[in-house]
């Protein structure tokens, strides 16, 4: 069985981004950036299935500019066996980034494809539904278990109400949520290691398709910031407050 | 040309986010029909053709849209699109899940999480968790969106529209629904609360997690809240965790307790009105946005606090 994982590199989660002055965006420019957390759930999830004989092949294919190469090379060094990067320079939108994943998964004959549930850029929560549509496969969004026997996967989903569990027959697409696992680190020897595993290069238009944006950003604005308020000394000036000055109970 | 909205309801209740989502649909200026499909959710059309504003509701009440599943839901509206300009829903994990899929299967990109309709094609979305807004246009054919419901005040009732019954469309049948872990909870549900008590990592256990907040949600008639490390540890079920994650929330009061401040914490709960922070460390990130900030032990004040507040009402 292949499986076939998407990797978005995106700013990392614990840097605090800033808009642009002018509005024309965020500040991206001296940021640091990181596989998406997400993406690192998958990837793990992936590299687990490897590891118990469940897969054979591990692919993770990334759609971004040249640095993207980075993003990749740490999911070689967290035991993915190969990589694709799709060189793309610019802004990608999760329709785009499907119709690419949908070729490669073509190509690749892959029989799983796992993706995060949302880039924590964007935060689009998309690309994986896209995915399954353009494939005419089933999806499951929002995973925090994963099981495969024979020709299905039964996925644990994290839902508004609470757990769903499904089957899906395979080939299919998984979106992963925080809770399926918690990634490794990658060892000294692995990242060595994973300068020397294959990284195929290759762009949208070799695969026959257009990633122009459908959707134009038209500004980009700091959101209304909240101001620190008062502290109190004790439970009853809180109740007081709560009471008579906002008036919320 | 007309938007389609498609309802949230768990077949027997209409959900109070699609309200909310009614009046993002209007805004778009068109009229509006209400897709509700499931099975045996009569009663879910009722409420909805009962909103003002709503022009028409289709139901589809088959056994094959009864637990929820995309691939037969995104049949269904795929099968329906040709007729509407627009297609929304609320951004639940159900809309998440199948609005995407008939955007690719209509090869237009969806616009995700709308906290606000400038235009017919011109909307707010916040990106980097809340760190930003987005103003997007859309030049696709048709528009498909997800709509933030805390955003938006639910459309009023008043109203009574013709229900239409809709024949169903094909189903893949690629998904099977194997089991249905619904929480039940006799709490407000989080979404819809007035005022929400949420506990962090602090708590260390579940038993104190429940000891300590649920008197407090009891007395406030609340619904409890959870941090992402709460959850992750096992005190609070994954469906009560607030955040860039998890649920948007925006009630009119909202009590952190033992919870840091952590961005993607704040991304879930920023637009609260009132926000009261309770955290022995005076230097915790939450209190730069507290109205109410409280130092001090959780174990202490939560009791102090219930007490305080007298008995239920
Ligand atoms: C991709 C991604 C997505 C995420 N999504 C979410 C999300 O949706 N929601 C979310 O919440 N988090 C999310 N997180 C996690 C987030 O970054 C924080 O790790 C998390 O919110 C921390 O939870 P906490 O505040 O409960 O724990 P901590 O940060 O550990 O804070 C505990 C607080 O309790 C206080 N405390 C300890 N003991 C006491 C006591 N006895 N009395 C009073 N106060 C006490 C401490 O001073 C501290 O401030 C996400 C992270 C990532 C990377
Ligand atoms: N440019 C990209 N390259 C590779 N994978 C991506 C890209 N964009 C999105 N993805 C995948 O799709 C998931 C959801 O992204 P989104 O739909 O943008 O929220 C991510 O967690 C990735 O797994």
């Given amino acids: 069985m292949k499986i076939l994982v998407a990797v978005k590199r995106v700013v990392d989660a614990n840097f605090r981004i800033r808009v642009k002055r002018d509005g024309s965006g965020v500040e991206l420019d001296n940021v640091k950036m990181a596989m998406n957390p997400f993406d690192e759930i998958a990837v793990e999830q992936a590299v687990r299935f490897k590891e118990a004989g469940v897969a054979s092949e591990v692919v993770a294919v990334s759609v971004g500019p040249a640095k993207a190469e980075d993003t990749l090379r740490q999911a070689l060094a967290l035991g993915v066996d190969r990589a694709i990067l799709v060189q793309h320079e610019g802004r990608t939108e999760p329709l785009g980034v499907a119709k690419v994943l949908r070729a490669l998964a073509e190509r690749e004959a892959a029989d799983l494809v ?62 992963v949520d925080l809770r399926l696992n918690t990634p490794r680190f990658a060892a000294l020897p692995a990242i060595m290691k994973a300068r020397s595993k294959p990284l195929a290069k290759l762009t949208a238009a070799e695969l026959g398709l257009d990633l122009s944006p459908r959707l134009t950003v038209l500004r980009t604005e700091e959101p209304p910031q909240r101001q620190a308020g008062v502290m109190v000394a004790t439970v009853t000036e809180l109740v007081d407050k709560l009471r008579h000055e906002a008036k919320v109970i | 040309m007309t938007t389609l909205l498609l309802a949230e309801h768990d077949n027997t209740t209409l959900d109070p986010q699609t309200a909310q989502a009614l009046t993002a649909a209007l805004a778009l200026g068109q009229p509006v029909h209400v897709l509700v499909a499931g099975t045996g959710c009569g009663g879910a059309a009722t409420a909805a053709a009962g909103f003002a504003g709503v022009e028409r509701v289709l139901l589809a009440d088959e056994a094959r849209y009864g637990a929820g599943l995309a691939e037969p839901l995104a049949s269904l509206l795929i099968d329906l699109a040709a007729g509407y300009g627009a297609i929304v829903a609320a951004a639940t994990s159900t809309g998440k899940d199948v609005l995407p899929r008939v955007a690719a299967l209509l090869d237009v990109m969806q616009v995700s999480d709308v906290i606000a309709v400038e235009g017919p094609e011109t909307f707010r979305r916040p990106i980097y968790a809340g760190n930003a807004v987005e103003i997007v246009r859309s030049g696709d054919a048709k528009l498909v969106m997800t709509v933030r419901a805390s955003a938006f005040a639910a459309a009023p009732a008043g109203n009574a529209a013709e229900i239409v019954a809709v024949a169903a469309a094909g189903d893949p049948g690629l998904v099977r629904l194997i089991e249905d872990r619904s929480v039940a909870s006799d709490r407000p549900e989080l979404t819809a609360a007035r005022i929400v008590v949420s506990g962090g990592r ?27 490390a709460a959850v992750d540890a096992g005190y609070a079920a994954n469906d009560l965790q607030v955040g860039q994650t998890g649920k948007i929330v925006a009630p009119d009061l909202y009590i952190a307790c033992g919870i840091s401040g952590a961005i993607q914490h704040l991304a879930g709960m920023k637009d609260a009105k009132v926000i009261v922070a309770i955290n022995s460390d005076p230097s915790a990130p939450i209190f730069q946005l507290a109205n109410y900030g409280l130092v001090g032990d959780i174990f202490t004040l939560l009791p102090e606090l219930t007490a305080a507040l007298g008995p239920a009402r």
Avoid: Y
């Avoid at chain 1, 995915?131 to 089933?138: D, S, T, V």
């Avoid at chain 2, 256990?205 to 406030?220: E, R, T, W």
């Fill in chain 1, 114 to 175: 796992l993706l995060g549930k949302q880039a924590i850029d964007d935060d689009a929560n998309q690309t994986g539904q896209m995915l399954a549509a353009l494939m005419g496969r089933g999806q499951a969004t929002f995973a925090s278990g994963i099981e495969i026997a024979g020709e299905t996967v039964r996925v644990t989903r994290e839902v508004d109400g609470g757990l769903r569990v499904v089957d899906l027959t395979l080939p299919a697409v998984v979106t």
């Fill in chain 2, 202 to 228: 602090a708590f260390g256990s579940k038993a104190q997690f429940d000891a300590l907040l649920m008197p407090l949600a009891v007395a406030l008639n609340a619904a409890i809240g959870a941090s992402r």
